[in-house]
């Protein structure tokens, strides 16, 4: 199981923007998928997008289509969220993981375990 570490949340107004990243720190991060999850107070967690491990293929809940974009750089042991347009409902700790399944991953079932995540909070 290859682990993570999650940064660059903060606190921005609604309609801006933040980049999360999620490094890895072994070399086998790049035959894993990466999805990026979140979890607000009071509620459970949930998924939020994942790319496959070549970067060739991406999947998005909706409520984020068309405002996130999941990237990765495997060079850089490292993926990417990139939060255009935010909303305060994508207030929340924001996680990612890793699974070599992407179905898998993509229904957050049997994940390795979590790391401190990164806390965004989005002003009205």
């Known amino acids: 199981q290859v682990q993570l570490v999650e940064s660059g949340g903060g606190l921005v107004q609604s309609g801006g923007s933040l980049r999360l990243s999620c490094v890895a720190s072994e070399r086998t991060f790049s035959t894993y998928s990466v999805g990026w999850f979140r979890q607000a107070p009071g509620k459970e967690r949930e998924f939020v997008a994942a790319?496959?491990?070549?970067?060739?293929?991406?999947y998005y809940t909706d409520s984020v289509k068309g405002r996130f974009t999941i990237s990765r750089d495997n060079a850089k042991k490292t993926a990417y969220l990139q939060m255009n347009s935010l909303k305060p409902e994508d207030t929340a700790v924001y996680y990612c993981n890793a699974d070599r399944t992407f179905n898998a991953l993509v229904a957050g079932q049997g994940l390795g375990s979590w790391g401190q995540g990164t806390q965004v909070t989005v002003s009205s």
């Open positions: 790319i496959r491990w070549s970067g060739t293929g991406t």
